[in-house]
């Protein structure tokens, strides 16, 4: 069976950073595509980041230049370091690797 479990999340004041990490079991984690997508409170879920098998990586225009993806495969792991938060970046967090989604990791950040 597939099993993801995300860690990192927690509370931070605007400016501040955080990292959060996705870690993958049951499936070859080295062939697979991977994402980042977030939920706000009465919002839907909104994509993030994409991390191809080639290691080439696009960004929604709301996180680009703040946030970056990027793989261990050696660890089946998935991260997404996440810099100069913003209010607006609260939300629940969300990585995808293939079509397995994690359990979700709250971030809330503090003006």
């Known amino acids: 069976d597939v099993q993801m479990v995300e860690t990192g999340g927690g509370s931070v004041q605007a400016g501040g950073s955080l990292r959060l990490s996705c870690v993958a079991s049951?499936?070859?984690?080295?062939?697979?595509?991977m994402a980042w997508f977030r939920q706000a409170p009465g919002k839907e879920r909104e994509w993030l980041s994409n991390?191809?098998?080639?290691?080439?990586?696009i960004y929604a225009d709301a996180v680009k230049g703040r946030f970056t993806i990027y793989r261990d495969n050696a660890k089946n792991t998935l991260y997404l370091q996440m810099n100069s938060l913003k209010w607006e970046d609260t939300a629940v967090y969300y990585c995808?690797?293939?079509?397995?989604w994690g359990q979700g990791t709250q971030v809330t950040i503090s003006s």
């Open positions: 049951g499936l070859i984690f080295s062939r697979c595509g």
């Open positions: 995808k690797v293939c079509l397995n």
């Open positions: 991390l191809n098998r080639d290691g080439t990586s």
